[in-house]
């Protein structure tokens, strides 16, 4: 089965378990494919290529221009520190995760040298997994005045890692109590504004959707 055929069947499954299957964004993780491979993600309708290696984001922008791609959208997903935000501030649209207000300052900072704005979700610990990076949602509330200070930043919604565990039941949990937060937050500091749900790389898709999840992020599973 090639990418294509893997893509529309994810976008099945969409339209099977999401309540609002328009406003999911389908997001696999370019560190699977070569740049011939995001083509064809491209041509599949998939048009927000995500990446979490800076360096190998880089390489295949590089040679994605020389093919002509410009129509795809990058997202950064993944571990991102400080120093490594200057290379990808000029063409990244969103950062999947912001988890320190420290690295807030840094995107808003590089995103005020290079004239533009741009979207965070924000990652929080809501499985409360020692192993888990991400706000507690004590701290969260706590720098959440702060992270709202900053004018080169959109903060568009929250994302968390899935628990390493193949229980159904504890899945559904981290996921509903997500989707409960982001209402909270709506009610008290965004105004409805707060609108994207992410739960990172789990295969969990048709739990993730029919929780709300409006970014379906993909990796292993439809490329190899």
């Known amino acids: 089965m090639g990418i ?3 893509i529309l069947e994810l976008k099945n499954q969409i339209e099977k378990y999401s309540p609002n299957p328009a406003k999911v964004t389908l997001l696999p993780t370019t560190k699977y494919v070569d ?3 995001v083509l064809e993600v491209v041509k599949a ?3 927000v290529v ?3 290696r800076v360096q190998a984001l880089e390489e295949k922008r590089n040679i994605l221009e020389d093919l002509e791609a410009g129509d795809i959208k990058w997202h950064f997903i993944g571990n ?3 120093n490594k935000v200057k290379y990808i501030a000029p063409y990244i649209e969103m950062i999947h995760s912001v988890n320190k207000i420290s690295l807030a300052k840094e ?4 995103a005020k040298q290079n004239n533009r704005r741009i979207k965070v979700l924000l990652e929080v610990n809501i499985s409360k997994e020692e192993s888990k990076e991400g706000y507690s949602i004590e701290r969260l509330y706590e720098e959440l005045p702060d992270l709202l200070k900053f004018e080169n930043i959109e903060i568009c919604g929250l994302m968390t890692m899935a628990p390493f565990t193949e229980e159904e039941k504890v ?3 981290v996921f509903s109590d997500l989707k409960k937060l982001k209402e909270e937050l709506n009610e008290t500091h965004f105004n409805g504004s707060l609108i994207e749900l992410s739960m990172g790389m789990t295969n969990d898709y048709k ?3 029919s929780e709300g999840a409006t970014i379906l992020r993909v990796g292993s599973k439809i490329f190899k």
């Open 35 to 37: 740049a011939c491979g």
């Open 107 to 110: 995107i808003d900072k590089r």
């Open 80 to 82: 991102l520190q400080k």
């Open 171 to 173: 899945v559904r949990k």
């Open 207 to 209: 739990i993730a959707l």
């Open 4 to 6: 294509k055929e893997k």
């Open 50 to 52: 995500g990446e979490n």
């Open 45 to 47: 309708g998939c048009t």
